[in-house]
């Protein structure tokens, strides 16, 4: 009798054993997250992504390194003398590139592939354009051939920065193509830079062309002619694109930092002793008169330029005088000069003193001084003093390096997760790692 | 200011519902909340506004009444602090206007039925129920640091956790040998569902509905587990002085990538009366058990780790709050940086234990002391990878863990007389722990707290937790190096600094009586245990600690002395190459520079926290801690005849009132990042809290 029941409980346990299996998929997966999504939901996060990486901690280190602000208070002090910046510094900008808005560009661009939409592919090209150019200028080679393969390959190589380059390029050219083909779908209020306007992101590009074509000013493959007709092209159209911002949530990410930071970063520096010697009117939209905020960049709402008209005048004009034309670079570059200014807001009559009492002599010098002040906030300005040498800067004594920095480590996970592919060695002495001295400086920066 | 309240209720029955048929049930039912205040690491926190204070400027505005406003507004309503409304929250600020407050109830319960069919067999089903609600809110006043447009978060956790039991007992006698067996089935449910809502830009002052709010922003998540699982376990006695148990179990989860994955644990134990089987029987040793035991024991992975997922949009930043979705009115959704595994195998862990208990004295004196070797292998660890990958982790079975050790309980009667009893006891413990592998081509994880240059990783050949920072320019016998100035020479490379698991734990305690009065007290002590004292490294830049004023050595403010390195004892070594004042090279020559002990050498030198090397802020947090000290009266029968009372005894104890320890900041058992796995850091933590409890417990 008692081994009956013995015999019921365990048959029992079997049969409710049986019927489990389907209870336990009921909580296998996460029923709160997609496990896929559509292309108009990793849009606008791309481009957020974007914004807030050109935005945060990298023009920030590069507006101090050209002595365009100057850091006050702790970690942004010892910036100043190039100190506590270290490879764990830039994980962050790096994982929000690719592991981020990277991935789900090109998410985007195999999903516009399957489902005929390349208007979506032509946007997603573009801007994975922007993010390449963004991070090779700071980093030099980096991963893209081998980059995005998840499970299958966990380790990516790096390539050279001269293949980065013509990555960009093709990129370009194949995004502009693709805006111009027939599209299923395409993008509207999820694209939250140009509201899906196709064209205008076809002038953009040419932009980025023009900016990227202009970088390769050091080394043999410099083409002024093309980059003047890349210039044109942008100019034609209405290629000015920016990120906004909110004013009670998700500032713009000048305003963050100023206000979460109080103090890191003080409006005074050698730009601003130069822009003083030169009365310029753009001193008071650059800096409030106690020099801790910066009322048109920081402004909540102040929108993230991504790509302006005059950045693209002043590569024009510089084009110009590379090929020897200093009449026709000076009408550009005063046109650049006015463009900037008013964009800034600045009063005409200020505008028109100013560029009046401009220096007579148009050289690359004067171009380049004059962009150093238009591209505030921009770590463009790095790129071109790294080109030019415009204007000069001395480092500051007290630095840690032996001369301004020309490039900046790579971050630290590559380093523990992918050491075997980053092409600078973890002991690199500090000049070497920041491209002061030795073999990493950037291919354009040789 | 800090409140926290908790009521219980509870009731428990059972009765005979039929022949061989018993019901129990119990039901218990909490509330608890309270008033909380913000701290660690952030600008709203209270330790960092109390602290980074300068001394010259008053917080409290010379009123004694922390409520009054006069001390932390001005007469304009904006906020008095020492930075003119920029800085760090006035502490009285952060108490009065920023709290956080939450309500929770609890129903706790089980009804068990347990029949009995036959003589030695008992069935029994239990369901037992765990269920609470937790509903909280977070406000951050207008003009508060961290917000200054003012925040509002709400948030409603359901949380259950139900468990379904049956088993069936039997045991037998056969001659000498007892035999218990057990053969049961288990299915248990965790659901944790979570509502939340945040909302910024506030526009009435101190209204904190939601609808004050001009950008809400809503969020909902679902975290559920379900296991079922057989067991059985066999109890074998022999002449009651050897035991034998064996048990097995098999589990099946919810979250596997494939449910049908089976968990399997076996597990073997022995004991035996040592004084039975050599026939000992003396006064002296009155009873000795030797144990030894194999356990392997299994588990499940963490919900949501088989499948890769899309994650709400987010765009964040050490520097700043960063972006979230929705964004000027558009949803976005990016691919989660952690890659799910489907193909994910439990963990195992096996313990192996060999223990031995005496008794001795006439029972007066018992000793145990257990040995034990545990295993983890197959752990499953989100293991970093590179970024380049298009992911930041990846869930996988990788890594192995040893910890091994030895735990002591002594306790002894010391006194047994009729009016007076002293009892005195002590435990101890020793654990050592490697962890031998992480993951293939992983050597380093790194764990939830951290910055750069002081942060905690888990590293192959190392103890869990391993701490890391940023150190000083060493040369090879481990010197540091300083420049012609007399500092020391910054390096960025992270480094080794601390190990925050401790050599050994023990506790003390000792009870007392005489005649109607008994006494306890229990100390707590630890040994070793690295700290990394960030808010000493903040302080120091801001001039605002003790040694700003006095160094340790006697260097008063504004006077000179030579740096010293508090790892090696020594004041370093000139780098190579460094020249003096005349052009000589003294590269490799003693340091004996005089630096300034001002601000010059903190904020605008290396020896702060922010603007230098984090090594030297690690301490040694061991303590020696009055845990617990009472005294309690109880009533005798004589003096409650005539009440109603059969029993009444009043008590008074004291909790966490004494603390030896070299460590300098608050408490060394304090932990940044809060109840997590992580542990070794001290960030503007709050210190810990004394207390005094009355009791008063009476029998009707």
Redesign the interface.
């Known amino acids: 009798m008692k081994f009956n029941n013995i015999a019921i409980i365990a048959l029992t346990g079997i049969a409710l054993s049986a019927c489990s299996d389907a209870w336990l998929e009921e909580y296998k997966l996460d029923q709160n997250r997609p496990s896929d999504v559509t292309m108009e939901v990793l849009l606008p996060s791309a481009q957020v992504n974007y914004g807030i990486t050109q935005g945060d901690v990298l023009p920030r280190l590069t507006s101090i390194f050209m002595q365009q602000m100057t850091g006050t208070d702790r970690q942004s002090l010892a910036h100043n003398t190039y100190s506590v910046i270290g490879e764990g510094d830039f994980n962050t900008p790096w994982n929000n590139s690719y592991a981020g808005g990277l991935y789900d560009l090109n998410i985007i661009i195999t999903k516009a592939e399957e489902l005929g939409a390349p208007a979506y592919a032509g946007i997603a090209k573009i801007t994975t354009a922007m993010y390449l150019g963004l991070l090779t200028d700071h980093f030099g080679d980096i991963p893209f051939e081998e980059a995005f393969q998840g499970a299958t390959d966990l380790t990516a190589k790096f390539d050279s920065q001269e293949s980065i380059y013509a990555a960009i390029q093709t990129l370009l050219d194949d995004g502009k193509a693709n805006l111009l083909e027939p599209s299923n779908l395409a993008p509207s209020g999820d694209d939250l830079i140009h509201g899906g306007d196709l064209i205008a992101w076809g002038s953009t590009a040419d932009a980025l062309k023009a900016r990227y074509l202009n970088h390769l000013s050091k080394t043999s493959l410099y083409d002024a002619d093309a980059v003047i007709a890349a210039c044109d092209d942008a100019l034609a159209g209405s290629s000015y694109a920016a990120l906004g911002f909110d004013a009670s949530l998700n500032q713009n990410p000048w305003w963050q930092f100023l206000n979460e930071r109080q103090g890191y970063i003080t409006q005074f520096g050698t730009m601003y002793d130069m822009m003083e010697a030169n009365v310029d009117p753009r001193i008071a939209f650059y800096r409030s008169a106690d020099s801790t905020d910066m009322p048109f960049f920081a402004a909540a709402t102040a929108p993230l330029a991504i790509v302006t008209p005059f950045e693209t005048m002043f590569i024009k004009a510089e084009a110009l005088i590379r090929k020897g034309d200093p009449a026709a670079a000076r009408l550009v570059l005063e046109d650049a000069v006015e463009s900037n200014m008013m964009w800034l807001g600045v009063d005409p009559s200020d505008i028109a003193s100013y560029v009046a009492a401009m220096s007579a002599t148009t050289d690359l010098e004067l171009i380049m001084t004059e962009k150093y002040y238009a591209m505030f906030t921009s770590s463009e300005v790095w790129t071109d003093w790294r080109r030019t040498g415009f204007p000069a800067l001395t480092a500051p004594s007290g630095a840690i390096l032996s001369d301004i920095p020309r490039r900046l480590p790579y971050p630290e996970n590559e380093y523990l997760y992918n050491s075997a592919n980053v092409p600078m060695p973890i002991d690199a002495s500090p000049d070497e790692k920041f491209g002061v001295s030795g073999s990493y400086k950037l291919w354009w920066d040789m | 200011m800090n409140t926290f309240e908790r009521t219980t209720i509870r009731l428990t029955g059972s009765g005979q519902i039929a022949t061989n048929l018993k019901a129990t049930a119990s039901l218990a039912y909490t509330n608890s909340g309270g008033y909380r205040i913000q701290q660690g690491s952030n600008?709203s926190g209270l330790m960092l506004g109390l602290l980074r204070t300068p001394p010259s400027f008053d917080n409290s505005n010379g009123v004694d009444d922390p409520t009054d406003q006069s001390a932390y507004i001005n007469p304009d309503g904006s906020q008095r602090n020492y930075?003119s409304g920029?800085?760090y929250d006035n502490p009285y600020w952060t108490i009065n206007k920023n709290p956080f407050t939450d309500d929770v109830n609890r129903v706790f319960g089980y009804t068990k039925f347990d029949w009995s069919?036959?003589d030695?067999?008992l069935?029994s089903y239990r369901y037992g129920l765990d269920q609470y609600s937790d509903v909280r809110k977070q406000v951050l006043a207008i003009g508060s640091r961290?917000n200054?447009?003012g925040s509002i978060s709400d948030e409603a956790y359901a949380i259950s956790e139900q468990n379904h039991d049956?088993t069936?007992r039997?045991s037998a006698d056969l001659g000498p040998i007892g035999a218990n067996f057990l053969?049961g089935?288990n299915?248990n449910?965790r659901d944790r569902k979570y509502v939340g809502t945040y909302g910024?830009?506030l526009v009435l002052p101190d209204f904190y509905n939601m609808s004050n709010a001009?950008?809400q922003?809503a969020y909902?998540?679902?975290?559920?587990?379900?296991i079922?699982g057989?067991y059985g376990e066999a109890q074998f006695d022999y002449d009651e002085w050897a035991y034998l148990t064996l048990t097995a179990r098999r589990d099946?989860?919810?979250?596997?990538g494939d449910?049908?994955t089976p968990i399997i644990y076996p597990s073997a134990s022995l004991s035996l009366i040592l004084t039975e089987v050599l026939d000992i029987k003396s006064d002296v040793l009155n009873f000795a058990k030797l144990r030894a035991s194999s356990a392997r024991v299994g588990s499940e992975p963490g919900?949501?780790s088989?499948?890769?997922?899309?994650?709400q949009?987010s765009?964040?930043?050490?520097?700043?709050?960063?972006?979230?979705?929705p964004?000027?009115?558009?949803?976005?959704?990016?691919?989660?940086?952690t890659?799910g595994n489907p193909n994910l195998r439990p963990e195992y862990t096996v313990t192996n234990e060999l223990g031995l208990e005496l008794r001795m004295l006439n029972n007066k004196l018992t000793a145990d002391v257990t040995l034990y070797e545990q295993t983890s292998r197959d752990l499953i660890v989100a293991v970093?990878?590179?970024?380049?990958?298009?992911?930041?982790s990846?869930f996988v079975n990788a890594g192995t863990m040893r910890n091994s050790g030895v735990e002591l309980q002594l306790n002894a009667q010391l006194v047994d007389s009729k009016d007076f009893k002293l009892n005195a006891g002590m435990t101890f413990t020793r654990n050592r722990n490697v962890v031998e592998k992480l993951a293939d081509?992983?050597?380093?994880i790194s764990l939830p707290w951290g910055f750069?240059?002081a942060n905690q990783r888990l590293v192959e050949g190392q103890a869990y937790g391993t701490l890391y920072g940023?150190d000083w320019l060493r040369d090879e016998e481990g010197n540091a190096q300083v420049d012609a100035a007399g500092y020391p020479i910054?390096s960025?490379?992270?480094v080794v600094v601390g190990d925050p698991n401790p050599d050994y734990l023990m506790g003390i305690t000792s009870n007392a009586s005489y005649k109607n009065w008994s006494f306890n007290m229990l100390w707590d002590i630890r040994q070793g245990g690295d700290i990394w004292n960030g808010t000493r490294g903040a302080l120091y830049?801001f001039g605002a600690h003790q040694d700003n004023a006095v160094l340790p050595d006697g260097t008063k403010r504004g006077e000179t002395f030579i740096w010293n390195d508090v790892v090696t004892g020594n004041s370093g070594f000139y780098a190579p190459g460094t020249l003096d004042a005349d052009g000589n090279d003294i590269g490799g020559q003693p340091n004996s520079t005089p630096i300034i002990n001002d601000w010059q050498s903190y904020?605008g030198g290396?020896l702060s926290g922010?603007?230098?090397a984090s090594r030297p802020f690690i301490e040694d947090g061991s303590w020696v801690r009055l845990r617990n000290i009472g005294v309690t009266y109880k009533f005798t029968n004589e003096a409650l005849e005539g009440t109603k009372l059969e029993g009444l005894s009043l008590g008074v104890s004291g909790r966490n009132v004494l603390l030896l320890t070299p460590y300098r900041g608050v408490d060394p058992e304090t932990n940044l990042s809060g109840a997590t796995n992580s542990q070794g850091a001290d960030y503007f933590n709050m210190p810990n809290t004394m207390g005094v409890i009355f009791n008063l417990k009476a029998n009707f």
């Not at chain 2, 765009?315 to 979705?325: C, D, E, L, M, Q």
């Not at chain 2, 970093?384 to 930041?392: D, I, Q, R």
Request: glycine fraction near 14%; charged fraction near 5%.
């Open positions: 600008t930075r920029t800085g069919p036959a030695g067999l069935i961290t200054v447009v049956l069936a039997y053969v089935f299915a449910q910024t830009g001009t950008n922003q909902e998540s679902f975290i559920g587990r379900r079922w057989l099946q989860a919810s979250t596997f449910v049908a919900f949501a088989n499948a890769t997922y899309f994650n949009a765009v964040t930043s050490g520097w700043i709050t960063g972006a979230s979705f964004y000027q009115g558009v949803t976005g959704f990016s691919q989660s940086n890659l970093p990878v590179a970024g380049s990958s298009g992911f930041t990846s081509g992983v050597d380093v750069f240059g940023d910054y960025s490379t992270e830049y904020a290396p922010f603007t230098g």
